[in-house]
């Protein structure tokens, strides 16, 4: 029971314990927001000249007629 | 201070097995993992066409994590299993740090978002394949056949051969015969390289009661059988030579290993038990880690070919 009588502000292994746990777990979501914005700009680049639909017509997507020409 | 609170903290303090971080890491069978990683890049580099190295690297990470996931999977629901065998008593489940409910819990969610994003960061033929990959090794393997059948070890071995067929789907968004023969060859490998090991850990399989071939069918049978799959292994290592992913290497490399595997597996057949007792299963351990090395420089030998043809 000697072991009932330390403060209960000292850190115990427990504590140390679960930091290193919120660390990696910390570590792990950095790591896969990393990897999320690592994968869009590769998939950005691949695509090459993709454009989003903005309800608009584009010159770039309308066919070439002689008018446009 | 109440008796409850003392009892309560003395607890705490002394014996609480609250799991760290390296403990859920553990739950991931992180040695499987690199096994997994290594099929698998290699399955992705020598699959034609080839990917940008972000997505590839994405690739395999979620290839590895939907393998920990199935390792968690496994962990959860054969925490009874591995209270008993000796090799894995100490996993988090069986030693009470993780609760088998977070076990399953972490294995349900890294399966969802290793398929979904690979499915994202690839194609969805990848995905389908590691969704398929996590189901047959948790479900197939863990809940059905390893309890079930002495061939386990054999059609169980699908799973384990399945990352390089999912790395070359990655790029190639299908499955082709050279996929199919790497697959091959770690799905005959398999029951050669676990029976090795069975032979010389048996003590713990007859433990736990999981119907290995050396429990239900004798030693000598499973000495036999470790040749027979030695030998339908040899054709299939050799096939993978004849296909555009492989070259001089890896012919050369596979004629070396085989003809040492099949050496090595007409040893163990050779011997019985007594002369397995007297030396301490020298040469049933020295196949085990020989086969390791079997597999390793099978799929090195591919991929130095592949780095052959791009010098």
């Given at each position: 029971?000697?072991?009932?009588?330390?403060?209960?502000?000292?850190?115990h292994?427990?504590h140390?314990?679960?930091?290193?746990?919120?660390?990696?777990?910390?570590?792990?979501l950095?790591?896969?927001?990393?990897?999320?914005?690592?994968l869009?700009i590769?998939?950005?680049?691949?695509?090459g000249?993709?454009e989003?639909n903005?309800h608009?017509?584009?010159a770039?997507?309308l066919p070439?007629?002689?008018?446009?020409? | 201070?109440?008796?409850?609170?003392a009892?309560?903290?003395?607890?705490t303090?002394?014996?609480?097995?609250?799991?760290?971080?390296?403990?859920?890491?553990?739950?991931?069978?992180?040695?499987?993992?690199?096994?997994v990683?290594?099929?698998?890049?290699?399955?992705l580099?020598?699959?034609?066409?080839?990917?940008?190295?972000m997505?590839?690297?994405?690739?395999?990470?979620?290839?590895?994590?939907?393998?920990?996931?199935?390792?968690?999977?496994?962990?959860?629901?054969?925490a009874?299993?591995?209270?008993?065998m000796?090799?894995?008593a100490r996993?988090?489940?069986?030693?009470?740090?993780?609760?088998?409910g977070?076990?399953?819990?972490?294995?349900?969610?890294?399966?969802?978002?290793?398929?979904?994003?690979?499915?994202?960061?690839?194609?969805?033929?990848?995905?389908?394949?590691?969704?398929?990959?996590?189901?047959f090794?948790?479900?197939?393997?863990?809940?059905?056949?390893?309890?079930?059948?002495?061939w386990n070890?054999?059609?169980?071995?699908?799973?384990?051969?399945?990352?390089?067929?999912?790395?070359?789907?990655?790029?190639?968004g299908d499955v082709?015969?050279?996929s199919?023969?790497?697959?091959?060859?770690?799905?005959?490998?398999?029951p050669?390289?676990?029976?090795?090991?069975?032979l010389?850990?048996?003590?713990?399989?007859?433990?736990?009661k999981?119907?290995m071939l050396?429990?239900?069918?004798?030693?000598?049978?499973?000495?036999?059988?470790?040749?027979?799959?030695?030998?339908?292994?040899?054709?299939v290592?050799?096939?993978?030579?004849?296909?555009?992913?492989?070259?001089?290497v890896y012919?050369?490399a596979?004629?070396?290993?085989?003809?040492?595997?099949?050496k090595?597996?007409?040893?163990?057949w050779?011997?019985?038990e007594?002369?397995?007792?007297?030396?301490g299963?020298?040469?049933e351990?020295?196949?085990?880690?020989?086969?390791?090395?079997?597999?390793?420089?099978?799929?090195?030998?591919l991929?130095a070919?592949?780095?052959?043809?791009?010098?």
């Amino acid at each position: 029971m000697a072991e009932t009588t330390r403060p209960l502000t000292e850190t115990h292994e427990i504590h140390k314990r679960r930091f290193g746990r919120n660390v990696g777990t910390a570590l792990c979501l950095l790591g896969f927001c990393a990897v999320v914005f690592g994968l869009t700009i590769a998939k950005v680049r691949e695509g090459g000249l993709l454009e989003a639909n903005d309800h608009v017509p584009r010159a770039s997507v309308l066919p070439i007629t002689e008018d446009s020409q | 201070m109440s008796d409850f609170t003392a009892q309560t903290l003395t607890e705490t303090r002394t014996g609480d097995p609250e799991a760290g971080f390296g403990d859920y890491v553990a739950l991931l069978k992180p040695r499987v993992m690199s096994l997994v990683v290594f099929t698998a890049l290699v399955g992705l580099l020598v699959a034609p066409g080839g990917t940008s190295p972000m997505i590839g690297f994405t690739a395999i990470l979620f290839i590895a994590l939907g393998a920990g996931a199935s390792g968690a999977l496994n962990m959860w629901y054969d925490a009874d299993i591995d209270a008993v065998m000796k090799r894995t008593a100490r996993r988090p489940v069986p030693s009470g740090k993780v609760p088998a409910g977070e076990a399953l819990t972490l294995g349900l969610w890294l399966s969802a978002l290793s398929v979904v994003m690979l499915g994202l960061a690839t194609n969805w033929v990848a995905a389908a394949l590691l969704a398929f990959t996590i189901f047959f090794y948790a479900v197939v393997y863990s809940m059905w056949l390893k309890r079930a059948t002495p061939w386990n070890i054999v059609i169980g071995g699908a799973a384990g051969a399945f990352p390089p067929v999912i790395g070359w789907a990655a790029v190639t968004g299908d499955v082709s015969l050279a996929s199919i023969l790497m697959f091959g060859l770690i799905f005959m490998w398999t029951p050669p390289h676990f029976w090795a090991l069975a032979l010389f850990m048996k003590s713990d399989y007859h433990k736990a009661k999981v119907p290995m071939l050396t429990v239900t069918h004798g030693r000598a049978e499973t000495r036999r059988q470790i040749l027979i799959y030695t030998v339908l292994l040899v054709p299939v290592a050799l096939g993978l030579a004849f296909t555009p992913v492989a070259g001089p290497v890896y012919l050369s490399a596979a004629i070396i290993l085989n003809a040492m595997f099949l050496k090595g597996a007409l040893d163990i057949w050779r011997r019985d038990e007594v002369m397995a007792e007297a030396d301490g299963y020298a040469v049933e351990k020295k196949v085990f880690k020989f086969s390791l090395l079997y597999l390793f420089l099978h799929f090195g030998a591919l991929l130095a070919d592949a780095i052959w043809r791009v010098i």
